[in-house]
């Protein structure tokens, strides 16, 4: 492993540790084209996630990512090769999905972009 993999690894875990963002977040998130998104998020302590999405009443809608997250003002970013980046803003036991430019959704909407922790990290 190179030197900048390593410094990369080595924030991203302790990022993850100093923030206590690790454990298991679920919810139902927005859709355009159904009644929503069934996700689960999971993000564990050595900086992987998991990113599971289920779209409701679509046939082959159910989707799994997998990536490395950082932490940085307690905005978690997942990066995965297969995908644009992701962001959250960790809450109080819970983490908001953000919009591509880093930005909190608003409107009537806005309190249905949340995950709430199910369970925490051992």
């Not at 927005?30 to 046939?59: C, F, H, R």
């Not at 990512?65 to 003002?73: A, C, L, Q, R, S």
């Not at 959250?88 to 249905?112: P, S, T, W």
Request: include cysteine; aromatic fraction near 10%.
């Amino acid at each position: 492993m190179n030197k900048i993999t390593t410094v990369f690894w080595a924030t991203a875990f302790l990022s993850a540790c100093s923030h206590n963002v690790c454990g298991t977040y679920q919810g139902t998130l927005p859709a355009a084209s159904g009644p929503g998104i069934e996700t689960t998020l999971t993000l564990e302590k050595n900086g992987i996630y998991n990113l599971k999405s289920v779209y409701l009443d679509e046939d082959d809608g159910v989707f799994d990512e997998v990536g490395t997250y950082y932490v940085e003002d307690d905005v978690i970013t997942l990066n995965s090769p297969q995908v644009e980046a992701v962001y959250f803003k960790l809450e109080d036991n819970q983490v908001r999905r953000l919009d591509h430019r880093r930005q909190q959704i608003i409107g009537n909407m806005a309190d249905y972009y949340i995950l709430k922790k199910t369970k925490s990290c051992r």
